[in-house]
């Protein structure tokens, strides 16, 4: 049998090689390549042609959604596995939508490595329990936040879009021409409407409910 051509994509060289250490201590697996950027990534994709990519969401010119994208869509047969530390559920329902057949999160065990490798080698699709139990809980509540958004006016989302996407008061007042306090009088109306009591709530509902894209 040929063995699992991988090649490791993250920005950062000690995370390489332990990721490589522990990629060939697994039986039948060796590693083809690493890359430490998006488009390096891609490059050598074209090149060595390997059976399995694992793949950090966060490395520079080009992050990972953007080669997961390039990947699924040119080279369909080969298998990605989100490996990175967010361990959020939208990350992993992004990563699952557009291609990943497995999502690790950094933190988990060495064994599971192993696991997730062989079960997405079968043409199967790997979560980690934990993210899974995350992800379950967001698609399972999604409708419900979905349904909350439309109950929202025209300018009561673009305030919660500025807010998630980090603008501050002042600059949601200045790009929306309105007061300071019509700003704060919006954010406070989204809390009590979505049942939400922090800035941070409300940038993380943004995502689960797709108003913004994750990077």
Do not use: C, W
Request: overall charge negative; charged content about 25%.
């Amino acid at each position: 049998m040929n063995p699992i051509r991988v090649l490791i994509a993250d920005d950062h060289a000690l995370v390489r090689a332990g990721i490589r250490a522990l990629v060939e201590r697994i039986d039948g697996v060796v590693v083809v390549g690493e890359a430490g950027k998006g488009s390096e990534a891609l490059e050598l994709v074209r090149q060595l042609g390997p059976d399995l990519i694992l793949l950090d969401i966060t490395m520079p010119d080009g992050n990972g959604f953007e080669v997961l994208d390039q990947v699924t869509k040119r080279y369909p047969e080969i298998r990605v596995i989100v490996l990175t530390v967010h361990e959020a559920g939208e990350y992993a329902l992004r990563a699952v939508r557009e291609g990943a057949a497995g999502y690790l999160p950094k933190s988990a065990a060495s064994i599971e490595l192993e696991q997730a490798i062989q079960t997405v080698i079968r043409g199967e699709r790997y979560i980690s329990p934990e993210t899974a139990q995350n992800t379950i809980f967001e698609v399972t509540n999604r409708s419900t936040k979905r349904d909350l958004l439309a109950t929202l006016s025209p300018r009561q989302r673009e305030v919660l879009r500025l807010i998630a996407e980090g603008k501050t008061t002042k600059q949601i007042a200045q790009v929306l021409e309105i007061s300071v306090k019509t700003v704060e009088t919006h954010r406070a109306q989204l809390m009590e409407r979505l049942g939400i009591h922090d800035v941070a709530g409300l940038v993380r509902y943004a995502i689960i409910v797709g108003l913004i894209e994750v990077e």
